[in-house]
């Protein structure tokens, strides 16, 4: 059997829960862990007393706890929006939207029911899967529950590429009848501690459970009824191992980084995000176990101490392209994504163009380690964006990091660190270097303008460990622009150590 035969309701997931406050940004646990689910929280006042759009929601825990990633729920659409046109084929996404604020009777109020549905039309459209769809096609129901308990949810291969979007907490307006949630985007989960009688009129098909004191409720569902179940503050391996005995779909904690809490995964060696339930189908585990995640992008490791570090010379794993003339005129862009949690934090990848010398673009000539350059990058857990060059060989590093704030780069909206999209343009026969970066891919930013006496002839993606003695591995996917003319690097180097390849690796992904 495929892994796209196996139904949404067949697996457990992680899922991250507060993802908004997570060290790790919303695109890494996307793109670097592998979470096909999360939660975000919503409310209808911000914390800080800033202005909220009409029809917009502030992102955060609670007025004593504001720290967040991403202030609106409109960017952090817009960040989902990206990753799906940069990943189209991505397995399924379920967010869960935590309503903090209870949303209003009133379909005209600034936060109304209204209001949500037509932004997550607008943001995502025909990518998300809406209650209605599960229902159409099952002889007979009329409703959601009846059509799971009939059919079952639709497979991994129907949901590739769509969004399932939940509300949680104070949702009560956003569906007042069965006729009301058969219409709505989102669906609507049940505190597993609240009368049955609820999901039954408002015909819920998510259930949502404490992890530390709910589970035992979970046995009062009928399996066969297909309804899909939330656990929450699964933050220890007892809570977590629990809850997959408990037979949850979707196991939400604060861990993100499982190379840290190595019990916090369901991913396979592949990366594919989704693990058998026990007691379904033991057919799915071969399926299961063989599968890969669906990002296409070009992985690299490297061990090495020193890109755009304030120093003369630098040492950095580089993987490149070679161009001379007018073919160095081009343009790179990438959703770059690293672990950026529990690492040191000068570790760092990014783009990176060098001088070089004029070479045969065969020749295993290697760059120099003083050579001009300019990179944007990404740093470890908390730094922000940045982006450096060497004006020419043997100079000091220049740093810049773009400002944050009400009038910043990016607004007051979105974290730099955060900030995953890179772009750099080469004009003007090499000589000139532009430097942009988005949190979707679309709306970009220019960072820096610079321009070289030399060309920058080696062009492509670095990465530094700094102190990390294993070394790090950054992921680079190439955007939907800049896709069809992509392919692997011809180059690779550990610029500053070209005597020890062994400590630099590359592949393409999958």
Known sequence: MSVDGIAYNEVHQKSIHNAYQRTEGLLDQLLYWGARSMEIDLHTEDPFGNDIDFGDWAVFHHKADPESSVHRLSQVLEMLAGFHRTVPNH?????????????????????SYKRLDALLEEKLGDAIFRPEQLIEGVPGAKWARTA??????????????KFIFCLTGKADNYAQTKIQARKRTAFVATYLNEVEAASIDLDRVFY????????????????????????????????WAASVEAGVHHIATDMVNEVRDEWACTRNERGFPFVRMAGQRLELDDACNDAVEQVEGFELWSRS?????RRRTDEF????????????????EYLVAGPHSHVDDDVCGGLVVRAGQPQDPSSEHEPESGD?????IRRGAGRPLEVAFRPSQGDNIVQLHPEFGSVGTFGRDINLDTISYLRLTIENLGHRVIAKASHDGEDWRELARVDFDEPMRLQGVGASSAGERDGITYLFV????????????????TVGAPDQPERIATRWRP
């Open 305 to 309: 101490k020193n890109l755009a570090r």
């Open 478 to 493: 190439p955007t939907r622009s800049s896709r069809a003319s992509l392919q692997p690097f011809a180059c690779k180097a």
């Open 91 to 111: 397995e399924v996404i379920t967010i869960f939207l935590d309503m903090v604020d209870p949303l209003p009777a009133r379909s005209d109020a600034a936060h």
């Open 208 to 239: 949502n459970v404490n992890a530390k004191e709910g589970l035992g409720l979970v046995d009062a569902i009928d399996p066969e009824d297909n309804f899909i179940i939330r656990s929450f503050y699964a933050d220890e391996a007892h809570h």
């Open 317 to 332: 794993g580089f993987a490149f392209d070679r161009f001379e003339g007018e073919a160095c005129d081009r343009t790179m």
């Open 148 to 161: 799971v308990r009939a059919r079952g949810w639709p497979t991994l291969g129907e949901l590739r590429g």
């Open 372 to 376: 001009a350059f300019l990179a944007v």
